[in-house]
């Protein structure tokens, strides 16, 4: 068994591992804020038997750890509870939500790699040039602005004015993709403008602290061509933390997507999260959540085990060493 195959399983390990605490923590969680759901569902006039035999027949008269072990299993099941506000499936209210929601993180990743790697190489080849001030000034400014503000400016510009979509009336995957992947498009741009420019700045200085280093002073002094150099060796190098950030930024897409979602009206997880929040509708709530740490974990997973593939140095061995 190779070190590499022997660490890709030590980290399915520890996501599955992750997962199970994350999900006990939340259940305990919700176990003590929501109180007595049966209570809240039917009303302060409800009668001591109607409360008795609501808890009867939503389970909520087990013991915890029943009810947990109950929970994980139909969570992995696709079976995540009945909601309190719709008396439905979770999975069959939350499913097309999830969908959305991934579609519109993708995009944005995607855009934001697309993007910002060439941006980070083109920034570095032009530092102290006269394109330097001008470019830090639009960077900084594209990270102070929050998506919010940029989604509310995107549907006033392209959805109003210029009718490219229709804020508040998302079509639907399944009803016109084509509309739908426009709408979701916009707002994966407003999620990508911020992060863009993050990544540009991190890659940005990742290269001038890679070319400052013994090893590239030694291949130009050999006379190498800096370009060739650049290329070959040191965006290699740089990719580790590249891979990494971006890690971090597609674990983050999910959560950040919840503002996007609600001002261009994409009906995704973020918007069904805010009012089952306000409803009080807590296996959804804590359904949701589960789903957005998995996200998270799984990012970060990804993440690590492509670095595993860039960089031969951080593979581990199979005696668990590093080389």
């Known amino acids: 068994?190779?070190?590499?195959?022997?660490?890709?399983?030590?980290?399915?390990?520890?996501?599955?591992?992750?997962?199970?605490?994350?999900?006990?923590?939340?259940?305990?969680?919700?176990?003590?804020?929501?109180?007595?759901?049966?209570?809240?569902?039917?009303?302060?006039?409800?009668?001591?038997?109607?409360?008795?035999?609501?808890?009867?027949?939503?389970?909520?008269?087990?013991?915890?750890?029943?009810?947990?072990?109950?929970?994980?299993?139909?969570?992995?099941?696709?079976?995540?509870?009945?909601?309190?506000?719709?008396?439905?499936?979770?999975?069959?209210?939350?499913?097309?939500?999830?969908?959305?929601?991934?579609?519109?993180?993708?995009?944005?990743?995607?855009?934001?790699?697309?993007?910002?790697?060439?941006?980070?190489?083109?920034?570095?080849?032009?530092?102290?040039?006269?394109?330097?001030?001008?470019?830090?000034?639009?960077?900084?400014?594209?990270m102070a602005v929050p998506p919010f503000f940029t989604g509310i400016l995107v549907s006033w510009g392209f959805g109003i004015v210029l009718r490219f979509f229709t804020p508040g009336d998302f079509p639907g995957l399944r009803v016109d993709f084509a509309a739908s992947l426009r709408h979701l498009l916009f707002g994966a741009i407003c999620l990508s403008i911020p992060r863009i420019a993050m990544t540009v700045r991190m890659l940005r200085s990742t290269v001038i602290s890679e070319m400052n280093k013994a090893y590239v002073r030694t291949a130009i002094s050999r006379g190498n061509d800096r370009k060739n150099v650049l290329m070959r060796h040191v965006m290699k190098n740089s990719m580790v933390s590249v891979v990494t950030f971006l890690g971090q930024t597609l674990a983050e897409l999910v959560g950040a997507g919840i503002v996007v979602e609600q001002v261009l009206g994409i009906p995704g997880l973020g918007r069904f999260l805010v009012s089952s929040i306000s409803h009080r509708d807590y296996p959804v709530v804590q359904a949701i959540v589960v789903i957005l740490a998995f996200w998270v974990v799984l990012a970060g997973t990804v993440a690590d085990l492509i670095n595993q593939a860039i960089d031969p140095r951080l593979r581990i061995t199979a005696g668990g060493g590093q080389r």
């Open 1 to 142: 068994m190779t070190g590499v195959f022997r660490y890709t399983l030590k980290r399915v390990f520890l996501l599955a591992l992750t997962m199970v605490l994350v999900s006990f923590l939340t259940f305990l969680a919700f176990e003590l804020v929501s109180g007595d759901p049966a209570r809240t569902m039917l009303g302060t006039e409800a009668t001591e038997a109607q409360v008795t035999a609501l808890q009867h027949e939503m389970g909520l008269d087990r013991p915890f750890f029943v009810r947990y072990f109950s929970w994980l299993g139909g969570f992995f099941s696709g079976n995540l509870g009945v909601s309190y506000s719709y008396r439905q499936n979770v999975w069959d209210l939350i499913g097309s939500k999830v969908e959305l929601s991934l579609w519109l993180s993708l995009m944005s990743f995607v855009i934001i790699a697309a993007v910002s790697i060439p941006l980070g190489v083109f920034s570095y080849r032009f530092t102290g040039g006269f394109f330097d001030w001008p470019r830090t000034t639009l960077n900084q400014l594209c």
